[in-house]
């Protein structure tokens, strides 16, 4: 009986034992699920100022890559041009942007740098971007892409929505506001479903809800604009418009094309221009809405809106007075828009001390300014290849590796290469210089392009353009082959 007891007791605490172990891991494991669940949501590291792309499935065309056309804003919200110009691309970008595809359905990606992005479905509307191995980054860039496709447009330039079209009454405005408003809730509502089965970094749901917000309200907006004639009637297209900007100002500030073109639309349509054309402004226009950004926006909304109104002054040849410039400089608390404005009218003024027609080159030091003739001058007793070429010039792009082979081939020989870009904004050229590495000693920007005598007395009417000048400095052939076709290096040779 003792033997029995003494067994029962010890199978008892083998069983407790193993319970306590079992149930031990089991608390472990669970630990470990949450500090994994957790682990999906990490918080980016968006430091280094790149985006590197690669193309699954390449489009190729006679042996030349076909180019990726994307688009974003910049910093003023001017847009840019975002080609993706080889099977393997990188990009400088230093903070997130909004990349939009330019089809029927101006999908949109948001990428951060630091981001590797793989791209397959490249030559279809169905084009997806994903990172190998990081499943919160491919969720974020598939949620607009999908949104998209369930729900219709978030952004668009081509013709307006049903939902914004002219009817004959306020009713019927209102109806299509409920319309609208209908849209918004059920994107909402998908957002809340896809994070659900898809987790999303915080940050990324409170971008993509400004979105889906801002796009209401611009829907909104446009389908004011449509029927403007019908509202102004009633005196209700401004107080409507400036219904929208309280609502904007609500949802906060952020930096995105949905968010940025519904406010421009709006201030647009407050201050008596076409909400279509964003270029649209002159020196009576000006004041009225630079005081109406100062009086009625706060915070980066308004720090940005001053900012674009200056840029779009500027872009326009308005004189500003110093009034005006000292008004910026008090209200615009940010130090990198102020930065940005700065530069945009230092350039101007550097511009405006060169007259037309002339040949002005202007160093990357953004200093030293020199005419064209005398710099190819310095060159002689070496063959030169003059690139022609611009920042929103993707084909130009697609060359400069190829330039850079044939400088490493002839790093030997007598043969200089000279960048000449044709930018028409010196800030435009100081960027895309910088981030294809044209910044050297032999790197220029022709000031005033568009009445160069030198662009005129070769024709220059199209870009990429190659010139070669012999080491006198005659012009051997002034439209010369891409760097990318092997009958320039035969030419190089022919005359080294």
Known sequence: MKKILVFTLTALLIAAAIFFLSNKKSIIESNNANKFKASQKPK????????????????????????????????????????????????????????????????????????????????????????????????????????????????????????????????????????????????????????????????????????????AIDDSLLLYHNNKDLLKGLNLYVPFAKAKITSLEKIGFQPYPMFIQASKHALAMITGTNPHDGMQMNAKIFPGRFDYVTTTLTGNHRNFFLSQTINIASKNNINISNAYLEKFHKYCTNKNYVKLVDAVLADKMLKAKFKQGEDNLLSVNGRTVQDIGIVLQKYQGNLV???????????????????????????????????????????????????????????????????????????????????????????????????????LTTLIDQYL
């Open 44 to 215: 980016q590291n968006h430091t280094n100022g790149f985006v590197r792309f690669t193309i699954d499935d390449p489009n190729i065309l006679n042996g030349n890559f076909q180019t990726i056309r994307l688009y974003s804003l910049d910093s003023l919200a001017w847009g840019k041009n975002y080609d993706i110009t080889s099977q393997s691309f990188k990009k400088s970008v230093n903070e997130p942007v909004i990349l939009i595809q330019p089809n029927d359905t101006q999908t949109p990606f948001l990428v951060y740098p630091g981001d590797s992005i793989r791209i397959r479905y490249a030559k279809t509307d169905t084009m997806q971007m994903y990172i190998p191995g990081n499943a919160i980054r491919n969720n974020e860039l598939n949620f607009f892409r999908q949104l998209v496709q369930r729900t219709g447009n978030l952004y668009y330039f081509f013709a307006p929505m049903a939902y914004q079209r002219r009817v004959q009454g306020l009713n019927q405005i209102h109806s299509l506001e409920y319309t609208i408003d209908s849209i918004k809730q059920n994107r909402i509502r998908f957002l809340d479903s896809y994070q659900k089965n898809y987790p999303l970094n915080d940050d990324f749901v409170k971008i993509a809800v400004n979105c889906i917000k801002s796009t």
């Open 385 to 487: 290849l003059i690139d022609l070429w611009a920042s929103w010039c993707a084909p130009c792009i697609q060359e400069i590796p190829f330039t850079e082979q044939l400088k490493e081939k002839y790093k030997s020989e007598n043969i200089v290469f000279v960048t000449i870009s044709t930018d028409s904004e010196i800030s435009d050229w100081k960027k895309a210089a910088n981030a294809e590495k044209l910044n050297g000693a032999n790197d220029f920007l022709l000031l005033n392009s568009s009445s160069s005598t030198f662009m005129k007395q070769y024709r220059v009417q199209s870009i990429p353009r190659y010139m070669l000048l012999d080491k006198s400095g005659k012009m051997l052939n002034d439209d010369a082959p891409r760097p990318s076709n092997v009958k």
